[in-house]
């Protein structure tokens, strides 16, 4: 009984919500509260697959449920990215009918690592795809170690785990369950030396010796070897090689792809998220072809004109320095001249007290390769502190804490203008700059 009550009130919850903004998150909240284990009463007629990791899981779950879509499949999934229990709950809900029965030939959750366990407390997933595994929000996650733990609690023996070979963090999880690996080869933008401040994986995850990295792809996701107990790069049943970043074609097994956008992270979620539809039963070849029409959402990544110049949209992630790190590689392979805009927001669950993320990110990397950068939000001044310990210019930095009055300042720099900020932060600067 308290099942369909709570059901029921989800549904009504989420019908009214869609009106109001409340429907992702909020009729899932409600129907826990009157059915604690609403999760686990759910029946699913198909595959479940669960998406997590620090950076990439809303991006790849939607790759994931667009390919499984195209290729004639019905998906629920949670295509908004609320991946705490009231999202997923409210995704379940939203799909099942009112006897519970989720009538889907797969379900596809991304789910926040973090909350992992607390969601699959219930039910547990057939497949789990981990992106990868960084620093992430430490004021709220804590040290990697902690995330790892709790990644462990949630995952059931006989979870198929679906691995970025390029990570040794991730990688690791869970040894006694079956595994295959993805992963992308050495390419034309793979260091030898890390490019980055944000270095996870500086000894071995499972014995604490010192790695050894042959290659980077950024920050600590690369090809390495422990000098100590031997943990190596895992071999990757899919793997992306011959990759033309110029003009986003690239193999997978030696199957053609094609990428909209082309940094080395979005190929490889492209890569995880194939290797999961053809663990669950597509043809390496169709999973190819459809990942092909996949193009990037606007809320992640945009181009638009304001006036005569082009501006480029960039979202990172908040207080996630890998995130940042991978914007700022992007603008630094635009060609000509161009200016950065950086929205950083107070962090409401720290009382707007933590900034050190701030220096966990390579803003180095854009002295003398930028024209200027456009400090602005709560936290501009803050930035403008890190931007001066990086060695940046006094006429290099501009400042304006008011969102809604940055646009002169935008106005006297040149060339492209490159809006990193995050998601929610988004829609507030791109009314001001003018697209």
């Not at 792809?217 to 100590?228: D, E, K, M």
Request: proline letters at 4%.
């Amino acid at each position: 009984m308290k099942f369909q009550l709570a059901l029921l009130v989800g549904k009504l919850l989420r019908f009214v919500g869609k009106y109001f903004g409340k429907a992702t998150n909020l009729p899932g909240e409600w129907a826990l509260k009157l059915c604690p284990d609403l999760m686990g009463r759910f029946r699913f007629q198909g595959k479940v697959i669960a998406v997590t990791g620090s950076n990439g899981k809303t991006t790849t779950a939607n790759m994931l449920a667009y390919i499984l879509t195209d290729q004639g499949y019905k998906v629920a999934n949670n295509a908004k990215g609320s991946n705490l229990t009231g999202g997923v709950a409210t995704t379940l809900l939203a799909a099942s009918n009112f006897s519970g029965v989720i009538d889907a030939d797969f379900v596809v959750l991304e789910v926040d690592e973090r909350f992992s366990r607390l969601i699959f407390k219930f039910f547990s997933p057939d497949y789990l795809l981990c992106t990868n595994l960084f620093r992430d929000q430490l004021t709220r996650n804590g040290n990697v170690d902690v995330i790892i733990e709790k990644l462990h609690e949630a995952i059931k023996p006989g979870v198929k785990l679906i691995l970025n070979a390029n990570d040794p963090i991730s990688g690791s999880l869970a040894p006694d369950n079956p595994r295959v690996y993805y992963g992308m080869a050495r390419t034309d933008k793979s260091p030898l030396d890390c490019p980055n401040i944000t270095h996870d994986a500086k000894v071995c995850p499972k014995c604490f010796g010192r790695m050894r990295y042959f290659y980077y792809h950024y920050n600590h996701i690369g090809a390495f070897t422990c000098l100590s107990c031997g943990y190596a790069t895992p071999e990757a049943k899919y793997l992306a090689d011959n990759v033309n970043f110029e003009t986003g074609d690239f193999t997978i097994g030696g199957a053609p792809v094609y990428a909209d956008y082309r940094p080395p992270f979005n190929i490889l979620n492209m890569t995880g998220a194939v290797a999961a539809c053809c663990e669950m039963g597509l043809s390496l070849e169709s999973a190819c072809a459809s990942i092909s029409r996949f193009r990037v959402m606007q809320e992640r990544y945009d181009e638009f004109q304001v006036g005569d110049r082009t501006a480029v949209m960039i979202l990172s992630k908040n207080q996630n320095p890998v995130s940042f790190d991978q914007s700022i590689s992007y603008v630094l392979d635009l060609p000509g001249e161009k200016t950065v805009v950086a929205l950083v927001n107070n962090i409401n669950h720290t009382g707007h007290r933590d900034t050190t993320w701030l220096y966990d990110i390579g803003w180095e990397r854009l002295r003398g390769k930028v024209d200027s950068v456009v400090c602005t939000g709560p936290r501009a001044w803050d930035l403008t502190v890190r931007l001066k310990l990086a060695g940046f210019r006094d006429d290099a930095v501009k400042v304006e804490c008011d969102v809604q009055k940055v646009k002169p300042k935008v106005d006297e720099t040149k060339g492209t203008i490159c809006i990193l900020t995050e998601l929610y932060d988004a829609k507030s600067i791109l009314e001001v700059i003018g697209k």
